[in-house]
């Protein structure tokens, strides 16, 4: 199929390239723009190894069409850290051991950031939903959930420093 | 009805396989920047191995963690060290680790011993100074690196470890692991007598692993397995129809997931293994064994009902409520 000219911005850089319109986000990431950060686990939309940002809210990029993300804002987790610095998400998951094998790490930060950028203080309750869409075999969730509560405690702390 | 329930499990679990041969190997370069080389066999799947040997060379070397470079499970440079497998990687490869660093160790306090005019025997490293007696010496690891180096001495280590092999008799009956794990976990469930599901809501997980080499890391093992066990005891069945999986996907083997964590108390028990590097065995597989007795346990003690097959589905509950109906009178 003729390609078509897939132009996003992605983790705040302007992208502009011709891509065949029956690949996945997922794909475009990974291997046209070696984005290999976000994961592929099942490919059907079941465990949210590939969540991405897309204008701010988080999809299964195996699940999106290349066209379908066209136009839009699209963070990866490689766009998470900040001028080399970690986040306060991911200093989070680190310090809290929140990261075992580390498969479903990119898309969990990912569905963390999604959560605090709108809910600043969510409930454990919250966290949990925000993150039910994002399988983890290795971990109990218990340091998954007790990292994005320490990430918002930061994230508040830094907020209110400003 | 909402009915509660506890139950208990228990178990023990063989570290260190004896029946057949079940060695792992290391090698270490101590680099004149005070830089540790770890050369290991182990594959860190995502337990922490790599973690964890680091802290093992970190503390027999007298260095921090920060400059140990763990090359781990490259077929290509690195030593056997078997498969990251039956909760044996800390116990094994740690002690090929600990091996190693103790022979380029053994180089180092040599040399240190010339340099105090004392004997190597009394020497010790920390902190990146070299101590005599408990007490710190002026002379750092560094110096002691350079004064190698002049002399062309390299700073290296090999170890391996291989559990005693005591094989098995016909009967395949003997000694078969160097040491054991034990664990106790107790879970308290709530079960639906309407729908049949059950939500577990607390699990205590106490794990005899010898030493925690890393706490965390521990901790971490044993959350997992808990959840792990709570798919085994409520939901995850494969469904092999003729030959094929029947449920080959996520939508239909169903796995625990973050909504269905319970409240998980990891309790690190710590009894050291002469035979483990600094007292640590496993804690890999024991995570996850206990937690569908303790929860089937528990499933028994909210309904007064026992169930023998896994996982108790809420259709197997709902069933078993049901029949149990039959022998009672409707007012009972
Ligand atoms: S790979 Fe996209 S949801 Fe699993
Ligand atoms: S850390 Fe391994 S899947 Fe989550």
């Known amino acids: ?162 | 009805m909402k009915k509660r329930g506890i139950g208990v499990g228990c178990m023990w679990y063989g570290i260190g396989n004896t029946g057949a041969p079940n060695p792992a190997g290391a090698f270490l370069d101590f680099l004149e920047d005070g830089t540790v080389l770890v050369l290991t066999g182990c594959a860190d799947i995502g337990q922490g191995s790599s973690t964890a040997l680091a802290q093992i060379a970190a503390g027999e070397l007298g260095v921090n963690i920060e400059d140990i470079l763990v090359v781990a499970g490259d077929t290509g440079v690195s030593p056997d060290a078997g498969a990251t497998s039956a909760s044996r990687q800390t116990y094994i490869s740690g002690n090929a680790v600990l091996l190693a660093a103790r022979q380029a160790k053994e180089v180092l306090l040599q040399e240190a011993a010339g340099v105090l005019g004392a004997a190597a025997s009394e020497l010790g490293l920390g902190g990146g100074y070299v101590w005599r007696g408990g007490e710190r010496t002026p002379v750092t690891v560094k110096d002691i690196l350079a004064r190698c180096r002049q002399k062309g001495k390299l700073t290296l280590g090999s170890g391996w470890f291989n559990p005693l092999t005591t094989g098995l008799d016909e009967a395949g009956q003997g000694v078969p692991y160097a040491t054991y794990s034990y664990a106790t976990q107790v879970a308290e469930v709530e079960v639906d007598t309407e729908t049949g599901k059950v939500s577990v809501l607390r699990l205590a997980a106490a794990h005899d692993v010898g030493r925690a080499v890393n706490p965390q890391a521990v901790e971490g093992q044993i959350e997992g397995g808990c959840l792990m066990g709570i798919g085994y005891a409520l939901l995850e069945e494969v469904k092999v129809d003729r030959g094929r999986v029947g449920n080959p996907r996520y939508a239909e083997y169903i796995l625990p997931m973050s909504l269905d964590a319970p409240e998980i108390h990891a309790i690190i028990v710590e009894d050291p293994e002469p035979t483990g590097p600094y007292g640590a065995k496993g804690v890999g597989e024991p995570a996850l064994i206990p937690t569908a007795a303790a929860i089937a346990n528990a499933v028994a003690d909210a309904l007064g009902v026992r169930f023998y097959d896994l996982p108790v589905t809420p259709e197997k509950i709902l069933a078993a409520l049901t029949a149990e109906g039959d022998h009672k009178s409707p007012d009972e």
Request: aromatic residues 4%; contains cysteine.
């Open chain 1, 1 to 162: 199929m003729k390609p078509f000219r897939f132009r996003a911005t992605v983790n705040g850089r302007p992208v502009d390239l011709p891509v065949d319109p029956r690949r996945r986000l997922l794909d475009v990431l990974r291997e046209d723009l070696g984005l290999t950060g976000t994961k592929e686990g099942c490919g059907e939309g079941e465990c949210g190894a590939c969540t991405v940002l897309l204008d701010g809210r988080p999809v299964n990029a195996c699940l999106v069409l290349a066209p379908e993300a066209a136009g839009c804002d699209i963070t990866t987790i490689e766009g998470v850290a900040v001028e080399g610095r970690l986040h306060p998400i991911q200093e989070a998951f680190l310090e809290a051991g929140a990261v075992q094998c580390g498969y479903c790490t990119p898309g969990m930060i990912l569905a963390a950031k999604a959560l605090l950028d709108k809910d600043p203080r969510p409930t454990d309750q919250a966290i949990k939903t925000a993150v039910s869409g994002n399988l983890c075999r290795c971990t109990g969730y218990v340091k998954i959930v007790k990292a994005v509560r320490l990430a918002a405690a930061r994230l508040a702390r830094e907020e209110g420093a400003v």
